[in-house]
């Protein structure tokens, strides 16, 4: 496998879990901040 | 009775937090009469607060009551997966600020050693070939994909 493949494959990993780490971090925030209430 | 923390969040943004007094047998807790006439005036004109308590370590939510104390709710924190493996990547599932700064500075390590990767491609290749062009332009690639990756995990809240 063409190691020059695997660099970027990597680094794109790396971009896509730091963006779903942001993701899931804000989305807790605003649940926290606007909190459902129930009715 | 015991004494524990009580966090008032608005909507609007607006925390109040206080000590409160916690009934374990009744499972309530009791605010100050202080308090009480705070949460009275403001809530003419704010929506309800989400109310909550440190008890025995542990944030729960509290529930408002018409007498104006509260009763003990469902502990606030998020849904933990059921999965051995799930459990293991709750860190990607609900990542801390701290935990998203360390992923950053994981980011700027991988950055850093692409960079350095690069320059010693760059100085150690004589003939540039289509192989060697390829590996020097994935390594600038990833510097550059992992320096912006970890700039934006280091950007607060």
């Given at each position: 496998m063409d190691?020059?493949?695997?660099?970027?494959?990597?680094?794109l990993a790396l971009?896509?879990?730091?963006a779903l780490m942001d993701r899931n971090a804000g989305k807790a925030l605003r649940e926290r901040r606007y909190p459902r209430i129930p009715r | 009775m015991e004494i524990v923390e009580l966090f008032v969040e608005y909507p609007s943004g607006m925390t109040i937090t206080d000590r409160a007094s916690y009934l374990r047998d009744a499972d309530q807790v009791y605010?100050?009469?202080?308090?009480?006439?705070?949460l009275r005036d403001i809530g003419i004109t704010e929506a309800p607060p989400a109310v909550s308590a440190v008890i025995d370590g542990v944030n729960v939510r509290l529930d408002s009551r018409i007498d104006g104390c509260f009763s003990v709710g469902e502990t606030v924190a998020l849904s933990s997966p059921e999965s051995w493996f799930a459990r293991r990547l709750l860190f990607f599932y609900a990542p801390t600020k701290d935990q998203r700064q360390q992923f950053g500075r994981f980011c700027h390590t991988i950055a850093a050693a692409a960079f350095l990767g690069a320059v010693g491609v760059w100085h150690s290749t004589q003939f540039w070939t289509v192989e060697s062009v390829k590996l020097e332009a994935s390594l600038i690639v990833?510097?550059?994909i992992t320096f912006v990756r970890g700039m934006h995990s280091f950007r607060g809240e």
């Open positions: 190691v020059s493949f695997l660099i970027v494959g990597a680094a971009y896509g879990l730091g | 605010p100050s009469e202080r308090l009480e006439a705070i990833g510097f550059v």
